[in-house]
């Protein structure tokens, strides 16, 4: 069975601080790897992606950096801010077949 | 930025009764999905829909549901006999080229099964 598994469960962080949160994945022919943010009563929301050709990718303060020897990618965001606070999930995707989400990561930014 | 939108935002029904959640994908987007996210737990895929056929569901979508493009702009998801189980928030959403391109999630139907 294809997975994400994601961690963790809740954070919290201050004003400021670096977030980070953990992916893993077992299928060796997932090709895409995008994170999605969703704050209360909305859709998830395509955030950053990044394919397994890179080992980082950067879009403003939200980095994903991606270890496909361990099957392993995070998203890093810097300097987080209370507007950061949301719902992040991780997914894998192998071209043509469905998303696989994580269960999802709850941030709250302290202010 | 275009939206996808979700009629109705939340829907109350009892155990055993059809339900019908709309959608209306994004004007230009050729592929659409229904995923679903019980309480708590992670976003569940349901099914894909491509050149008005299904193109991938999930063990979840059995034959209590279907789903149809009736027209040129809404894309349904109908569950033919509600179970206490089919709780959940119900996302549609759609994309421009496929699964590996960005895909644009509409706010959800919330469905209660009484």
């Known amino acids: 069975q294809q997975q994400v598994k994601q961690s963790p469960q809740s954070l919290i962080v201050q004003k400021g601080g670096i977030s980070i949160i953990n992916c893993a994945y077992e299928?060796?022919?997932?090709?895409?790897f995008p994170w999605y943010q969703q704050f209360p009563g909305k859709g998830p929301a395509l955030l950053i992606a990044i394919r397994p050709d890179v080992s980082e990718k950067k879009e403003g303060r939200f980095t994903i950096s991606f270890n496909k020897s361990a099957k392993q990618f995070s998203l890093h965001i810097m300097d987080s801010q209370p507007g950061d606070s949301a719902t992040y999930f991780c997914a894998a995707l192998h071209s043509g077949y469905a998303l696989n989400f994580g269960k999802g990561t709850s941030l709250l930014v302290t202010p | 930025e275009p939206e996808v939108t979700q009629t109705p935002s939340h829907q109350v029904t009892q155990m055993g009764q059809e339900v019908i959640l709309r959608c209306v994908p994004i004007?230009?987007?050729?592929?659409f999905y229904w995923y679903r996210q019980i309480l708590g737990q992670k976003v569940e895929f349901l099914v894909s829909?491509?050149?008005?056929?299904?193109?991938?569901k999930s063990e979840i979508f059995d034959d209590q549901f279907s789903v149809e493009r009736p027209d040129g702009s809404n894309f349904t998801l109908k569950i033919r006999s509600t179970k206490l189980e089919d709780s959940a928030m119900y996302f549609c959403?759609?994309?421009?080229?496929?699964?590996?391109?960005?895909?644009?999630f509409g706010s959800g139907t919330q469905l209660s099964v009484l």
């Open positions: 959403a759609s994309s421009l080229q496929g699964m590996d391109e960005k895909l644009f």
């Open positions: 299928n060796t022919a997932f090709d895409y």
């Open positions: 829909f491509y050149n008005n056929e299904i193109s991938e």
């Open positions: 004007s230009n987007h050729l592929y």
